[in-house]
């Protein structure tokens, strides 16, 4: 049986496809696109931007070890 991945994606009005994380594949694929009834939850595109910066800080050992007792 073929490996399925599963990307979350925005459609916008005029069809064109933002993938919400990055994707690495060997050649070009086939895809298939399931649109859902419902909108997109708008988020600060502050918090997007940040993401990545504040994960670099997040996740570190020492991050762990600091919050481990509120596990």
């Keep these: 049986m073929s490996k399925v991945l599963t990307v979350e994606?925005?459609?916008?009005?005029d069809g064109t496809v933002i993938l919400l994380q990055p994707v690495q594949l060997?050649?070009?694929r086939r895809a298939l696109l399931?649109?859902?009834d419902e909108p997109?939850?708008?988020v600060s595109e502050t918090a997007l931007l940040s993401?990545?910066?504040l994960a670099e800080d997040w996740n570190r050992p020492e991050e762990d070890s600091a919050?481990?007792?509120l596990q």
Excluded: C, G
Aim: proline share 5%.
């Design 9 to 13: 994606a925005v459609v916008e009005r």
């Design 51 to 53: 993401e990545a910066a």
């Design 34 to 36: 399931l649109i859902l």
């Design 67 to 69: 919050w481990s007792r």
């Design 26 to 28: 060997p050649t070009r």
């Design 40 to 42: 997109v939850a708008e």
